[in-house]
């Protein structure tokens, strides 16, 4: 069965004090790799996919990398509103463009203080 | 676009009553997505569609719930008699494929069963 485990569960950083987030994973056939922001009473908002260990990808303040095992958001000099919780999820591979099981971890919160 | 339009935002209803989510995805999105939030069990895919048909409901928790798509811009997720433990934020989302530039979330529905 597919697993994602993000830690840690809930961060606290002051505003410019970089870090990273972790998402450990096993699945069955890598197909991608998601990286998505979840503000309070809103969706899912997407951020990155990533296909193959040693990618990476960056938006703003944000950098994702991959390996084999574990993918890291890492962000550099925070800013309050990078506050959120970021959920990761892994899709399982699927033939041609058929849907494959995406799985999620369960987020960790961020709070990024002033 | 107006991205993915989920009605209602919030549902109070009593304990066996009918309740009916509605969801509009993004034009030309060919997959649709229904996920349940929890503090407990996090996102969990309930029932996903191709072309408005259904393709997986393995993640219906049981028969009380029920999914259609009648046509490519709308679906709803019907559950009847509705018990306090269906009390969570329900997502609908889409996307153009199998995702690869990721699903666009709605803003969900809360519902509380009392």
């Known amino acids: 069965e597919d697993q994602v485990t993000q830690s840690p569960e809930a961060l606290r950083l002051q505003e410019g004090e970089s870090s990273s987030l972790n998402c450990s994973y096993t699945v069955s056939g890598l197909r991608g790799l998601f990286w998505y922001r979840q503000d309070p009473g809103k969706g899912p908002e997407f951020l990155f996919t990533?296909?193959?260990a040693g990618e990476e990808k960056e938006k703003e303040r944000l950098k994702a990398t991959l390996t084999k095992k574990e993918s890291f958001l890492h962000i550099t000099a925070p800013k309050p509103e990078d506050s959120a919780t970021y959920l990761c999820?892994?899709?399982?591979?699927?033939?041609?463009?058929?849907?494959?099981?995406?799985?999620f971890g369960q987020g960790t919160i961020l709070t990024v203080h002033p | 676009d107006a991205g993915v339009i989920q009605s209602p935002r919030h549902e109070v209803t009593e304990m066996g009553q009918e309740v009916t989510l509605r969801c509009k995805p993004i034009?030309?999105?060919?997959?649709l997505f229904w996920y349940r939030q929890t503090m407990m069990r996090g996102l969990e895919l309930l029932i996903y569609f191709n072309n408005n048909v259904p393709i997986d409901d393995s993640g219906m928790p049981e028969d009380r719930f029920s999914a259609k798509m009648p046509n490519a811009s709308f679906s709803t997720l019907k559950i009847q008699p509705s018990e306090p433990r269906d009390s969570a934020v329900y997502f609908c989302?889409?996307?153009?494929?199998?995702?690869?530039?990721?699903?666009?979330f709605g803003s969900g529905t809360r519902l509380t069963v009392v």
């Open positions: 990533l296909y193959s």
């Open positions: 034009s030309g999105h060919d997959y």
């Open positions: 999820a892994v899709q399982r591979w699927a033939g041609g463009t058929s849907y494959g099981k995406l799985t």
């Open positions: 989302a889409s996307s153009y494929t199998w995702g690869p530039s990721g699903y666009t």
